[in-house]
């Protein structure tokens, strides 16, 4: 578990220094260059999601449960996975709805994620995992909302093919890890 714990430490620590400190970051940009900074954030977001993911899986052989969903709250899990999916490729692709209502959808996305998987599973490991991501999103969301609105931001105008495009990239998206990666990467076929 300490693992899983140093690896949510070091990855949504890493996410976080814009919300913590967002001066210092700007200096330390301006101090070593945009590339370098970028460089190292990339180091220590990767060692932090390598250890999640380790962490996690050594978590899973010693399972400490803390509730029991019902089995329902699994396929409404799937809902919230396949909103998450889609709000996740609202971040990228331009000139939709989602983005320009939200601004932040991938952070709506993951908030979306985490929920829908608190609700679906019980273990330790796994209020460790979603509840610290939720936790985070939900902070970063408002964080950025507000740089936001202080620095006068206005996301482009949604049009209706964005909107076509953001979803059909999420339901293929969400399909194909569903189906075929979940089980693959996590060892938990979420469809069965």
Not at 13 to 32: E, K, P
Not at 53 to 60: D, E, K, S, V
Not at 78 to 98: D, E, K, M, R, S
């Amino acid at each position: 578990m300490a693992l899983l714990i140093l690896g949510l430490v070091i990855f949504l620590g890493a996410h976080s220094i814009r919300i913590l400190a967002n001066d210092w970051r700007s200096r330390q940009i301006a101090r070593i260059g945009e590339k370098r900074w970028k460089g190292l954030y990339a180091l220590a977001s990767s060692v932090g999601f390598v250890m999640i993911c380790w962490g996690f899986g050594l978590a899973r052989h010693q399972p400490v449960v803390l509730y029991v969903p019902p089995l329902w709250l699994r396929h409404l899990n799937a809902l919230f996975t396949l909103l998450a999916f889609i709000l996740v490729a609202a971040a990228y692709v331009p000139n939709n709805h989602f983005k320009a209502r939200l601004g932040h959808p991938m952070l709506a996305g993951v908030k979306t994620w985490a929920f829908g998987h608190l609700l679906a599973t019980g273990m330790l490991h796994d209020v460790l995992l979603f509840g610290a991501f939720l936790l985070w999103a939900v902070v970063d969301f408002v964080s950025a909302r507000r740089r936001d609105r202080l620095a006068g931001v206005v996301y482009p105008a949604g049009t209706a093919k964005g909107d076509i495009i953001t979803v059909v990239a999420g339901i293929v998206g969400w399909a194909v890890f569903a189906f075929a990666l979940h089980a693959w990467l996590i060892g938990v076929n979420p469809m069965g």
